[in-house]
């Protein structure tokens, strides 16, 4: 299938698919046959799956590889122990840590994967393991059928939509998988003449920013993150605003731990940014956010060493943490406050500050 074809005939291509599949399954009973099911999208194989099952007239038995795995058919053969299932659907291939070892080794026995496993093997990848078939094990690759699966642009657009919007809101946490997956949807999109809404764009923007930060690539992460807050600076979005500012704040408190001569620097933009977001969320009147993230102000008031403006901020926190936060907030503003009175030889305070952290 092509990426090119009009999008409304995905549903009714998966379907196809699925199908076929059914078709080669069967036909290829009692025998070696390597079937690469492609599909980037976890939900969408899922839905896949399901619907496998109900059609195939024969029993799939599933595996899922570990990701320390380091050879294909000696964990295969591991699993499998003793039974011989009529065919063999495997999973996790994405989330291997030496994929390009697991497939060179995969390509180098593949005779016996013909002698020793005579049944059809489904092997979920995505379009990057896909490359990296062809590179690793060609020959292996030679051998298969590749089916394709794929999102119909309505979901593609709401699966954008939803992930970033639960990324901004903190109810997710951005991993690699799903940084991938966005990414990949927003190819798509694009390979199909789909022009994506601002807003959707700058969320996209943010999340590229994370997935770049947790890369390490930061210089790369605060471009992204720029780009997004413009946006949000333009639609006088303010909790979005306020979000961005924390991020790229991280992002300077990362580079000053990278940077040891020009630490000070860093940490001094990390506080403006931090200043600049605890505003807005003020501005918003979200003292929920303000709780959340004003730790982060104390921490970089601390590594710079100003202790009468950290004096200042935990005054300010300590309130707020007592009705929004949580105890370990509470435990580091008092943390905090015994530090400022060990540099003004507050002595008796400072111990009795430190109690009250422990």
């Not at 969408?44 to 024969?58: A, E, Y």
């Not at 070892?101 to 026995?109: D, G, I, M, R, Y």
């Not at 394709?148 to 954008?160: A, K």
């Amino acid at each position: 299938m092509s990426n090119q074809q009009e999008p409304e005939n995905l549903a009714f291509d998966n379907e196809s698919s699925l199908q076929t599949l059914v078709r080669t399954i069967t036909l290829s009973q009692g025998e070696f046959s390597l079937i690469l099911l492609r599909c980037n999208y976890a939900a969408l194989r899922q839905r896949m799956v399901q619907r496998l099952h109900q059609l195939s007239p024969v029993h799939i038995h599933e595996i899922t590889l570990p990701a320390s795995v380091k050879t294909l058919y000696t964990n295969i053969r591991e699993q499998l122990g003793n039974e011989q299932p009529l065919t063999l659907m495997i999973f996790g291939l994405e989330s291997v840590k030496d994929t390009d070892t697991v497939l060179t080794s995969a390509n180098q026995v593949r005779e016996e994967f013909r002698k020793n496993f005579p049944f059809p093997i489904l092997l979920w990848v995505n379009d990057s393991i896909l490359q990296q078939f062809i590179r690793f094990a060609t020959d292996l690759e030679n051998w298969a059928t590749i089916i394709e699966f794929q999102n119909p642009t309505d979901e593609l657009v709401n699966f954008l939509q939803q992930k970033t919007d639960e990324i901004f809101t903190d109810d997710v946490t951005p991993n690699p998988q799903m940084c991938r997956e966005l990414k990949t949807a927003r190819q798509d999109l694009q390979n199909r003449g789909e022009i994506l809404k601002a807003a959707l764009q700058a969320s996209l923007e943010f999340v590229l920013g994370l997935n770049d930060y947790l890369h390490d690539q930061i210089d790369a992460a605060l471009a992204h993150y720029q780009q997004s807050l413009g946006f949000w600076r333009q639609s006088n979005h303010l909790e979005r605003q306020g979000i961005l500012l924390v991020n790229i704040a991280l992002a300077y408190n990362r580079k000053a731990e990278k940077n040891q001569t020009e630490n000070q620097r860093y940490w001094q933009e990390s506080k403006n940014y931090l200043e600049q977001a605890i505003d807005i969320f003020e501005q918003a009147r979200r003292s929920d956010l303000v709780a959340k993230h004003i730790t982060k102000l104390g921490e970089v008031l601390r590594d710079l060493q100003a202790w009468t403006e950290l004096q200042i901020l935990i005054e300010k926190s300590l309130p707020l943490h007592q009705n929004y936060g949580t105890p370990l907030q509470l435990a580091k503003d008092y943390g905090f406050l015994a530090e400022v009175a060990l540099e003004q030889s507050r002595w008796n305070e400072a111990n009795q500050l430190v109690g009250q952290t422990l």
